[in-house]
Nanobody, 123 residues
Framework: QVQLVESGGGLVQAGGSLRLSCAAS????????MAWFRQAPGKEREFVAA????????LHADSVKGRFTISRDNAKNTVYLQMNSLKPEDTAVYYC????????????????WGQGTPVTVSS
Protein backbone atom coordinates (compact mmCIF):
# COMPACT_ATOMS: atom_id res chain seq x y z
CA GLN A 1 0.00 0.00 0.00
CA VAL A 2 1.17 3.52 -0.79
CA GLN A 3 -0.32 6.61 0.80
CA LEU A 4 -0.10 9.85 -1.17
CA VAL A 5 -0.64 13.30 0.31
CA GLU A 6 -0.65 16.40 -1.90
CA SER A 7 0.08 19.92 -0.72
CA GLY A 8 0.92 23.33 -2.14
CA GLY A 9 -2.34 24.28 -3.78
CA GLY A 10 -3.97 27.65 -3.30
CA LEU A 11 -5.13 30.86 -4.92
CA VAL A 12 -2.83 32.62 -7.35
CA GLN A 13 -3.21 35.33 -9.97
CA ALA A 14 -2.86 34.57 -13.65
CA GLY A 15 0.80 34.53 -14.63
CA GLY A 16 1.88 33.40 -11.19
CA SER A 17 3.51 30.19 -10.02
CA LEU A 18 2.85 27.38 -7.57
CA ARG A 19 4.73 24.25 -6.66
CA LEU A 20 2.71 21.21 -5.70
CA SER A 21 4.20 18.41 -3.64
CA CYS A 22 3.07 14.83 -3.22
CA ALA A 23 4.55 12.95 -0.28
CA ALA A 24 4.43 9.17 -0.40
CA SER A 25 4.59 6.66 2.42
CA UNK A 26 4.20 2.93 2.64
CA UNK A 27 5.62 0.61 0.02
CA UNK A 28 8.76 1.53 -1.88
CA UNK A 29 8.05 4.84 -3.62
CA UNK A 30 10.83 4.45 -6.13
CA UNK A 31 9.19 1.34 -7.62
CA UNK A 32 6.43 3.39 -9.20
CA UNK A 33 6.00 5.89 -11.95
CA MET A 34 4.22 8.96 -10.63
CA ALA A 35 1.75 11.27 -12.30
CA TRP A 36 -0.30 14.39 -11.76
CA PHE A 37 -3.88 14.65 -12.94
CA ARG A 38 -6.39 17.44 -12.53
CA GLN A 39 -10.14 17.79 -12.48
CA ALA A 40 -11.90 21.08 -13.08
CA PRO A 41 -15.48 21.62 -11.91
CA GLY A 42 -17.91 19.82 -14.20
CA LYS A 43 -15.14 18.21 -16.23
CA GLU A 44 -13.50 14.84 -16.36
CA ARG A 45 -10.17 14.17 -14.70
CA GLU A 46 -7.31 14.70 -17.13
CA PHE A 47 -3.64 13.83 -17.33
CA VAL A 48 -1.14 16.59 -16.60
CA ALA A 49 2.34 15.09 -16.27
CA ALA A 50 4.18 11.90 -15.39
CA UNK A 51 7.67 10.81 -14.42
CA UNK A 52 9.35 7.43 -14.57
CA UNK A 53 10.65 5.81 -11.39
CA UNK A 54 14.21 6.82 -12.30
CA UNK A 55 13.27 10.42 -12.96
CA UNK A 56 15.00 10.32 -16.34
CA UNK A 57 11.83 10.18 -18.41
CA UNK A 58 8.96 12.62 -18.18
CA LEU A 59 5.75 13.27 -20.05
CA HIS A 60 3.68 16.46 -20.08
CA ALA A 61 0.27 17.15 -21.56
CA ASP A 62 0.30 19.58 -24.47
CA SER A 63 -1.82 22.02 -22.49
CA VAL A 64 0.93 22.47 -19.87
CA LYS A 65 4.08 21.81 -21.88
CA GLY A 66 6.59 24.58 -21.38
CA ARG A 67 4.80 25.87 -18.28
CA PHE A 68 4.67 22.91 -15.87
CA THR A 69 7.54 20.63 -14.87
CA ILE A 70 7.29 17.35 -13.00
CA SER A 71 10.18 16.10 -10.90
CA ARG A 72 10.79 13.64 -8.10
CA ASP A 73 13.14 13.09 -5.18
CA ASN A 74 13.21 9.40 -4.33
CA ALA A 75 15.29 10.07 -1.22
CA LYS A 76 12.42 12.21 0.10
CA ASN A 77 9.64 10.03 -1.35
CA THR A 78 8.20 13.13 -2.96
CA VAL A 79 7.08 14.16 -6.42
CA TYR A 80 6.67 17.79 -7.42
CA LEU A 81 4.79 19.79 -10.00
CA GLN A 82 6.24 23.22 -10.68
CA MET A 83 3.55 25.33 -12.32
CA ASN A 84 4.55 28.60 -13.98
CA SER A 85 2.65 31.09 -16.12
CA LEU A 86 -0.62 29.87 -14.65
CA LYS A 87 -3.84 30.54 -16.51
CA PRO A 88 -7.44 30.62 -15.25
CA GLU A 89 -8.07 27.41 -17.20
CA ASP A 90 -5.54 25.67 -14.93
CA THR A 91 -8.04 25.99 -12.09
CA ALA A 92 -8.77 22.48 -10.82
CA VAL A 93 -8.18 19.99 -8.07
CA TYR A 94 -4.79 18.41 -8.67
CA TYR A 95 -4.19 14.78 -7.80
CA CYS A 96 -1.04 12.72 -7.72
CA UNK A 97 -1.10 9.05 -8.52
CA UNK A 98 1.24 6.07 -8.67
CA UNK A 99 1.31 3.36 -11.28
CA UNK A 100 3.12 1.65 -14.11
CA UNK A 101 4.99 3.80 -16.60
CA UNK A 102 3.60 1.92 -19.60
CA UNK A 103 0.00 2.89 -18.75
CA UNK A 104 0.62 5.99 -16.65
CA UNK A 105 -1.83 8.19 -18.57
CA UNK A 106 -4.71 5.74 -18.24
CA UNK A 107 -6.70 6.69 -15.14
CA UNK A 108 -8.23 3.25 -14.60
CA UNK A 109 -4.80 1.62 -14.36
CA UNK A 110 -3.32 3.82 -11.61
CA UNK A 111 -2.71 1.95 -8.38
CA UNK A 112 -2.85 4.71 -5.78
CA TRP A 113 -4.31 8.22 -5.57
CA GLY A 114 -3.97 11.14 -3.23
CA GLN A 115 -6.90 13.17 -1.95
CA GLY A 116 -6.15 16.17 -4.15
CA THR A 117 -5.15 19.78 -3.59
CA PRO A 118 -7.15 22.68 -5.08
CA VAL A 119 -5.59 25.28 -7.33
CA THR A 120 -7.48 28.44 -8.24
CA VAL A 121 -6.08 30.88 -10.78
CA SER A 122 -7.77 34.28 -10.86
CA SER A 123 -7.81 36.48 -13.95
Amino acid sequence: QVQLVESGGGLVQAGGSLRLSCAASGRTFSNYAMAWFRQAPGKEREFVAAIKWSGFSTLHADSVKGRFTISRDNAKNTVYLQMNSLKPEDTAVYYCAAGSWTTIVVISTLYYWGQGTPVTVSS
